[in-house]
């Protein structure tokens, strides 16, 4: 009685699924019906891909720079603890042992305080990340949309921005495409 009950609960899954999948397909459709000839006609004489492939060195020129941004600091952190754990070490050399219970509470002290300074320095360094890359996005969707290229404009709404992360892929595979083919106007 158990697996018929499973079966007659995932059948209606199914057709829920189906059911979904038909309604986005139509959505997508209504959303793409002017897309085609406006998309074409914008790529018409290639400015579009040099615009794009412009966009796209200097996001990954600001991506470099940030990731080695991150790395220097991280490296800067660990010198700061390796110092850190040096002069502890020396401290407990020469430490008498009726001072040692206050050494070690507070190294312990300055431990954790390095530890809480380290950690709101990653912090504001992954913020520091994140707000200039959702800048660099707010930058190309105003070139794009100056540019004159459907289905971008500025916008922070998460599936916009995946539409038109998907928009600038399908631009990249036509030029990709043309160049192969040597078709691309020069």
């Not at 105003?142 to 599936?159: D, H, M, R, S």
């Not at 038109?164 to 631009?171: R, T």
Request: charged share 25%; glycine share 4%.
């Amino acid at each position: 009685m158990d697996a018929y009950c499973v079966v007659s609960d995932a059948q209606p899954d199914a057709a829920r699924q189906q059911e979904r999948h038909y309604y986005l397909l139509s959505e997508l459709q209504v959303l793409v019906k002017d897309l085609p000839s406006d998309l074409a006609q914008a790529l018409i004489d290639g400015t579009v891909y040099e615009i794009v492939q412009g966009l796209l060195d200097i996001q990954h020129l600001t991506e470099k720079n940030l990731y080695n941004q991150r790395q220097k600091l991280h490296g800067e952190h660990r010198a700061l603890k390796q110092d850190l754990v040096r002069k502890h070490k020396q401290s407990l050399q020469t430490c008498k042992s009726h001072n040692l219970a206050v050494l070690k509470t507070n190294q312990r002290a300055e431990t954790e305080a390095l530890d809480q300074r380290v950690k709101e320095e990653q912090r504001m360094m992954d913020e520091k990340i994140v707000a200039e890359m959702d800048q660099k996005v707010l930058d190309q969707q105003n070139t794009l949309e100056k540019a004159g290229v459907p289905g971008f404009y500025i916008t922070t709404n998460p599936q916009e921005v995946m539409m038109q992360m998907n928009l600038l892929e399908l631009i990249l595979k036509l030029q990709q495409k043309e160049t192969l083919s040597g078709s691309l106007p020069s």
